[in-house]
T-cell receptor
Framework: EAGVAQSPRYKIIEKRQSVAFWCNPI?????LYWYQQILGQGPKLLIQ????????DSQLPKDRFSAERLKGVDSTLKIQPAKLEDSAVYLC???????????FGSGTRLTVV | AQSVSQHNHHVILSEAASLELGCNYS??????LFWYVQYPGQHLQLLLK??????LVKGIKGFEAEFIKSKFSFNLRKPSVQWSDTAEYFC????????????FGSGTRLLVRP
């Protein structure tokens, strides 16, 4: 079974620039999550999709972050404009069925300078 | 809201030493508990999980964890660590709603010296 694919692996941008991350979940996984992992902290949920609908985006800073999951498959997370405190690893995870069978991607490490 | 506390941020052990990593959660209702591991350069992987039943849970690679409801704890243990156990370990608890989201602790970095 292929894993959750994320790209790019690394990104360095200047503050106030924009950036986008891409995630391809495991085929057939209806639920997709984006987590933010700041250095020294555990992953924090940003947004959860069920198919192409948003289930929970209560922790997403909507003034600068946006996410979409077109056709209920791939997802894109965007930050515009980026701030220094957005430096983190952005993890995508997908899950199938009514259990906690998460599969995480390797993440995108964002550095904002 | 739930929270998870991992009090050991960095642990250094020699090979063959025993390991115990602490995890405490705040939610007093029904909980599902997890330990994840992240090896250097790799993605998060599930070590073990507790949903119900026997409070002593065995996971992969010789790890186990004990759920103690009265102490709101779910500590991870391994009798004898190996160099290959060097990684970051995260405890997590389910969210209070039905979304299956996970609330993670801040993690413990384990370094095992050969």
């Amino acid at each position: 079974e292929a894993g959750v694919a994320q790209s790019p692996r690394y990104k360095i941008i200047e503050k106030r620039q924009s950036v986008a991350f891409w995630c391809n979940p495991i085929s057939g996984h209806a639920t997709l999550y984006w987590y933010q992992q700041i250095l020294g902290q555990g992953p924090k949920l940003l947004i959860q999709f069920q198919n192409n609908g948003v289930v929970d985006d209560s922790q997403l800073p909507k003034d600068r972050f946006s996410a979409e999951r077109l056709k209920g498959v791939d997802s894109t997370l965007k930050i515009q404009p980026a701030k220094l405190e957005d430096s983190a690893v952005y993890l995508c995870a997908s899950r199938t069925g009514a259990d906690y069978g998460y599969t995480f991607g390797s993440g995108t490490r964002l550095t904002v300078v | 809201a739930q929270s998870v506390s991992q009090h050991n941020h960095h642990v250094i052990l020699s090979e063959a030493a025993s390991l115990e990593l602490g995890c405490n959660y705040s939610y007093g209702g029904t909980v599902n508990l997890f330990w994840y591991v992240q090896y250097p350069g790799q993605h998060l992987q599930l070590l073990l999980k507790y949903f119900s039943g026997d409070p002593l849970v065995k996971g992969i690679k010789g790890f186990e964890a004990e759920f103690i409801k009265s102490k709101f704890s779910f500590n991870l243990r391994k009798p004898s660590v190996q160099w290959s156990d060097t990684a970051e370990y995260f405890c997590a608890v389910n969210g209070m709603d039905s979304s299956y989201k996970l609330i993670f602790g801040s993690g413990t970095r384990l370094l095992v010296r050969p």
